[in-house]
């Protein structure tokens, strides 16, 4: 899987030594890797169950379909010039019934900057040019007003609410092909 590039952020594949070197706490590892500056607190204990919820066993079974279309986004730092992990966006699993669901995450350092915006729609632009693919859809909090902003400037549409397991309530987006 290549890269996708945008106009400020280049958006790399997350790979199985990626998500390796995450599980073992290595960030000297991922940004050998990634060839970028990682966050102090990056990755987090949370981001890892958030992002690679399936078992890291799963995962080295079968990386093509669980990291399906995941990717890191990264900036370049306009001071020095250096290439910053800013956040991720990840989508649950490749789509067995044509329906991508994706999810995204911006460090807060670099939240309001329009980087959420960008990635997410890039890679829902990338996911709709795969075959077979007819849809993406994404779910946030009702509550979540920028993450509403991200949907709706990424093209998704409001379509519905239903229930989360532990959010409770929440707003449904799609984008169809």
């Known amino acids: 899987m290549e890269a996708l590039v ?5 958006l790399e594949p997350i790979t199985l030594p990626v998500v390796e070197a995450t599980f073992r706490g290595d960030r000297a590892a991922i940004e050998d890797l990634v060839q970028a500056k990682v966050p102090d607190a990056w990755p987090g204990r949370a981001l890892v169950e958030r992002a690679f919820s399936a078992s890291l066993e799963h995962i080295r079974a079968d990386p093509a379909t ?3 279309g995941d990717r890191l986004m990264i900036a370049m730092d306009e001071l020095g010039g250096t290439r910053l992990v800013v956040g991720s966006v990840v989508f649950h699993g490749k789509p067995e019934s044509g329906v991508a669901e994706v999810g995204y995450g911006v460090e807060e350092r670099w ?3 329009g980087y959420a915006s960008e990635a997410t729609s890039a890679c829902v632009d990338w996911a709709l040019a795969q075959p077979g693919i ?16 991200v949907l709706e400037r990424s093209g998704l549409a409001r379509v519905g609410m239903e229930e989360h397991e532990t959010l409770g309530e929440v707003l449904r ?4 092909r």
């Open 6 to 10: 945008t106009p400020r952020l280049i």
């Open 66 to 68: 669980r990291l399906w």
């Open 111 to 113: 939240q309001r900057q």
């Open 134 to 149: 007819i849809s993406v859809t994404a779910t946030t909090p009702p509550w979540h007003t920028a993450s509403i902003r």
């Open 173 to 176: 987006f799609e984008r169809r």
